[in-house]
C-alpha cells in the first residue's frame, strides 16, 4: 500500500484518529485498515472501537495477519473493491 501502489490511493501508516492509532488509514477515502493478530479475537475493545470510527465516517476493514500473509492478493482485492477501484 506504500507509495501508493494500491489502485493510485495514498495508505498513510500509524494514522491518530481521535483517541486511536489506525495501522493504515486513506484519508482522502475515509478507509482504515487493521491488520489483526490473534489478540484482537472477539475483542470488545475492537467494536468500541470500530463503532467510534464508524461514527466518524471511516470506513474499517479488518484482516489477519494470518490471511494477508496466506492470501495477500485476496487481500489487497478486497481493499481496491472498497475504494472503487476494481
Not at 501508516?13 to 489506525?22: E, F, L, N, S
Request: proline share 2%; charged share 25%.
Amino acid at each position: 500500500m506504500r507509495a501508493k501502489r494500491l489502485a493510485g490511493v495514498k495508505f498513510k501508516r500509524q494514522v491518530p484518529v481521535g483517541p486511536y492509532v489506525a495501522d493504515f488509514a486513506c484519508v482522502q477515502q475515509r478507509l482504515i485498515i487493521e491488520l489483526d493478530g490473534s489478540q484482537h479475537l472477539d475483542s470488545d475493545y475492537d467494536r468500541v472501537r470500530t463503532q467510534y470510527l464508524n461514527e466518524r465516517g471511516w470506513r474499517v476493514l479488518r484482516f489477519w495477519n494470518s490471511h494477508l500473509s496466506q492470501n495477500r492478493e485476496g487481500v489487497l482485492t478486497v481493499i481496491a473493491d472498497a475504494l472503487g477501484k476494481l
